[in-house]
């Protein structure tokens, strides 16, 4: 007996161009629970426009997206985050003057109660790495 399981999110027929330019042509990925994924192309290949489709970033042209098995839409990243999609962008725009984890939480950070804003500097516990506690301004772009 065949044992059938429900992708966590599917991205069925995927497209979106910019002016002439098909960035995305009818593309589909299905990701389970679990999974590693890695998305591989090369540059311009529509890598970084299929992952900003789904965090909402960019609106497709066509295709759908399911979660769960379910259609849903995806209009901007506060959809995406409330089905638990988050994205972390490759870019160059980093605070470089704090680690590597707090740029993961910039715009999230820890405010203290009755505070009107508050910059945190979080940082884990006993950081094990050195890329982690280390500023990103003392690491290059590629690491």
Do not use: C
């Amino acid at each position: 007996m065949t044992q059938h399981r429900t992708p966590l999110v599917e991205m069925r027929n995927i497209s979106i161009s910019f002016g002439g330019i098909h960035a995305v042509d009818n593309a589909s990925v299905d990701l389970y629970p679990g999974e590693v994924v890695a998305l591989l192309g090369h540059n311009g290949a529509g890598k970084s426009t299929l992952i900003k489709v789904l965090s909402g970033a960019y609106k497709r042209d066509s295709g759908e997206i399911l979660i769960n098995g379910e259609p849903v839409q995806i209009s901007n990243p506060r959809d995406a985050k409330a089905y638990g999609i988050e994205t972390i962008y490759q870019t160059l725009a980093v605070a470089d003057n704090v680690d590597a984890a707090a740029n993961l939480y910039l715009g999230r950070e820890l405010r203290t109660p009755g505070a009107r804003w508050t910059m945190s500097l979080w940082r884990p516990r006993r950081a094990k790495s050195w890329a982690v506690s280390t500023p990103t301004s003392a690491v290059s772009r590629s690491q």
